[in-house]
T-cell receptor
Framework: EADIYQTPRYLVIGTGKKITLECSQTMGHDKMYWYQQDPGMELHLIHY???????EKGDLSSESTVSRIRTEHFPLTLESARPSHTSQYLC????????FGPGTRLTVT | GQNIDQPTEMTATEGAIVQINCTYQ??????LFWYQQHAGEAPTFLSYNVLDGLEEKGRFSSFLSRSKGYSYLLLKELQMKDSASYLCAVRVVNDYKLSFGAGTTVTVRA
């Protein structure tokens, strides 16, 4: 069983608010990822990290930012949420195959 | 990126067999993964192929032909709980990211 956690699981927030989505893993994986996925649609990689103090943008342009100060923690921040940010955000980590967290379903009103 | 192509939808009957094909075009191929994703949930890892041939794991098997850029996931003795989206993902050398296909939604009918 993979040990990767995301909080909150659900978030409804107003436009303009700053939000941070948390992701933590207890497997000691160096590699971590953030994906965005709309219902019934494909996964899009928005950020990834191959180790502490290393972050890169993914294939899909995103207004979010990430940080990797500790191996186990990879938070994603939106400085000013907009309705277009409404989506599901999935965090993953890997040493070989990727393990996914349960996701955060974000709704911006 | 990698061009990954898989059918959008498939329907099969409980107890039957379904084969989900995945074709890819990439340079520096370094492995193909299959994931299962139930509606509203996160993907879960099913199988990994990096060499040609068949990998079997219970009711699920995955096949790879690197020369053809082709893989399939075979689901045997289908159960209702197998109704889900199945994602094909490719990795290339010197990179750990996965490129995911759009997924194949499998519906199992009684």
């Amino acid at each position: 069983e993979a040990d990767i956690y995301q909080t909150p699981r659900y978030l409804v927030i107003g436009t303009g608010k700053k939000i941070t989505l948390e992701c933590s893993q207890t497997m000691g994986h160096d590699k971590m990822y953030w994906y965005q996925q709309d219902p019934g649609m494909e996964l899009h990689l928005i950020h990834y990290s191959y180790g502490v103090n290393s972050t890169e943008k993914g294939d899909l342009s995103s207004e979010s930012t990430v940080s990797r100060i500790r191996t186990e923690h990879f938070p994603l921040t939106l400085e000013s949420a907009r309705p277009s940010h409404t989506s599901q955000y999935l965090c993953a980590s890997s040493s070989h195959e990727q393990y996914f967290g349960p996701g955060t379903r974000l709704t911006v009103t | 990126g990698q061009n990954i192509d898989q059918p959008t939808e498939m329907t099969a009957t409980e107890g039957a067999i379904v084969q989900i094909n995945c074709t890819y075009q990439t340079s520096g191929f370094n492995g193909l993964f299959w994931y299962q994703q139930h509606a509203g949930e996160a993907p879960t890892f099913l199988s990994y192929n990096v060499l040609d041939g068949l990998e079997e794991k219970g009711r699920f098997s995955s096949f790879l032909s690197r020369s053809k850029g082709y893989s399939y996931l075979l689901l045997k003795e289908l159960q209702m709980k197998d109704s889900a989206s199945y994602l094909c993902a490719v990795r290339v050398v010197n990179d750990y990211k996965l490129s995911f296909g759009a997924g194949t939604t499998v519906t199992v009918r009684a």
